[in-house]
């Protein structure tokens, strides 16, 4: 058997982002989680490739949407699975993360069987 899959987060929220690792931790992935887009982003283009990439949409500065547009216009990382976070549950929200090329759309709240099986599913 392989390493365990390695998931990189970028959450502002360091309570949800802290919930996220533990839930993420306890199902056997390994976790690297920031606290903003950008350094989200410099981590993706500059260490090793992580097996999925999970997005909050609204942050300060870059948000999530900035940097799937960053991934999918990056040749190196454009095949990575990104999951979009979101407090934005309107039909058009969703579409709109769909259109950006993003491979799933969580709500918050959400729960951890669901989030975990949804993880689960793109890997």
Same mark, same amino acid.
């Given at each position: 058997?392989g390493?365990?899959? &390695? ?15 533990? &839930? ?14 950008d ?6 283009? &500059? ?12 942050m ?29 549950g ?13 491979d799933d ?16 599913r793109?890997?």
């Amino acid at each position: 058997m392989g390493a365990e899959p &390695t998931i990189v987060i970028a959450e502002d929220d360091s309570d949800l982002r802290n919930l996220l690792v533990y &839930t993420l931790e306890s199902a056997g992935y390994v976790v690297e989680a920031f606290g903003a887009g950008d350094e989200c982003l410099e981590r993706l283009q &500059t260490g090793s490739l992580p097996d999925l990439v999970m997005l909050d949409i609204m942050m300060p500065g870059m948000d999530g949407i900035d940097v799937l547009e960053e991934i999918r216009d990056n040749a190196r990382l454009e095949g990575l699975p990104v999951v979009f976070l979101s407090g934005r549950g309107r039909e058009s929200d969703i579409v709109a993360g769909f259109e950006a090329d993003v491979d799933d759309y969580i709500t918050k709240p959400f729960s951890p069987g669901v989030l975990r099986a949804r993880v689960a599913r793109l890997l």
